[in-house]
């Protein structure tokens, strides 16, 4: 992450217009220590606090997945949980 961060700092002072985009972990299924929520919630955490205070865009995906309880937790997103992460994308790439 640190070295992700770097870079994206070097790219931000070479070009400050340019638009950044990260998207956060996602909820998956539970039981298994190193592909579950426990973990992937860890992750986002730390990514979170890594890009804290840059000029990016957080696409939230652990929000998304997280609200939509009618689905099962899995390591990929539902089609329509998919949809919206790219319909909230496209709402900084192409703002109204």
Not at 1 to 10: G, K, L, N, S
Request: hydrophobic fraction near 45%; charged fraction near 25%; include cysteine.
């Amino acid at each position: 992450m640190e070295a992700v961060r770097a870079a994206i700092e070097r790219l931000l002072h070479r070009s400050p217009e340019t638009l950044v985009v990260i998207k956060s972990a996602n909820t998956r299924e539970g039981g298994v220590i190193n592909a579950g929520d426990w973990h992937a919630y860890r992750l986002d955490r730390v990514m979170r606090e890594a890009f804290h205070g840059m000029k990016v865009v957080l696409v939230d995906a652990w929000e998304m997945t997280n609200a939509q309880h009618w689905h099962e937790d899995a390591i990929h997103p539902a089609e329509d949980i998919i949809v919206q992460d790219l319909e909230f994308l496209c709402s900084f790439v192409c703002p109204l």
